[in-house]
């Protein structure tokens, strides 16, 4: 058998694996030496396109570590290898940018939503005389009219909110009195509930600062913060389902 013949009896190739393995390749002096030889490799470009190749070429474009980073995102420094103060400056780098302007239609119902809603509870506010739960309440229309998706603008949120809120101050009130002290107090506990209760409603900050500083009694939980977060959901639900474009609520309890 001629060298050549000893050659192709020798190789023997998987079936469908595009891999031939030698058993034996006959060189000078009529040795066999065992290879191993992959399709699509460089030295053997009479194969085809096999595996080799584009293992390679994904293994070269796999990511690189920080050293050799190809990315345009930074990685973020690891606990403890760098000092608190470089983690709060990494931390407070901007990761995101301002959203857009909403449209002018957006912008002129979120307005007059704003004056109605605001107009009623501004009434409510004076007749019992507490002019400053008209922040709170102003507060509370920004979102009920500006950003009604959000999640403190929902029903559960607005009222259960505020009147968790309303609760905690006066309780410090009663107990404690009217100091600075006890108005932080207040602000904190009023927080602290609010999120217990899954009833997180930023404004309701405001109405539990209201209700230490002027030593609110019970009632005041009622009337006017109930009857006021109430009547602003009430217009809510009218307001932003007239506007097209608008669903609200999301959820209610």
Sequence with gaps: MSERN?????????????????R?????????????????????????????????????ERPRGPAGAT????????????????????????????????????VWC????????????????????????????????ALLYGAPASPFAQPRNVVGGHVVSALA????????????WTITLGVGLAVLVMLVTRTLHPPGGATAFVAVAQGQGYAFVLTPVFAGAALLVLIALIFNNCVPGRRYPLYWW
């Design 6 to 22: 000893a050659v192709k009896a020798a190789t023997r190739e998987t079936p469908g694996s595009g891999v031939a393995v030698g």
């Design 24 to 60: 034996g390749n006959t060189g000078r002096g009529g040795r066999v030496r065992g290879s191993v030889r992959v399709a699509g490799d460089r030295s053997h470009p009479e194969e085809g396109h096999g595996t080799a190749a584009p293992a390679r070429a994904a293994h070269n």
């Design 71 to 106: 990315g345009g995102s930074r990685t973020a420094p690891q606990n403890g290898a760098v000092g608190p103060v470089s983690r709060i400056l990494y931390r407070i780098r901007p990761c995101a940018s301002c959203p857009p302007r909403p449209a002018a239609g957006e």
């Design 110 to 141: 979120a307005a007059a939503g704003s004056v109605l809603g605001v107009g009623v509870v501004s009434f409510l506010s004076f007749h019992y005389g507490l002019p400053l739960l008209v922040a709170s309440f102003g507060a509370t229309a």
């Design 169 to 180: 101050g006066v309780a410090i009130g009663q107990l404690l009195g009217t100091t600075w």
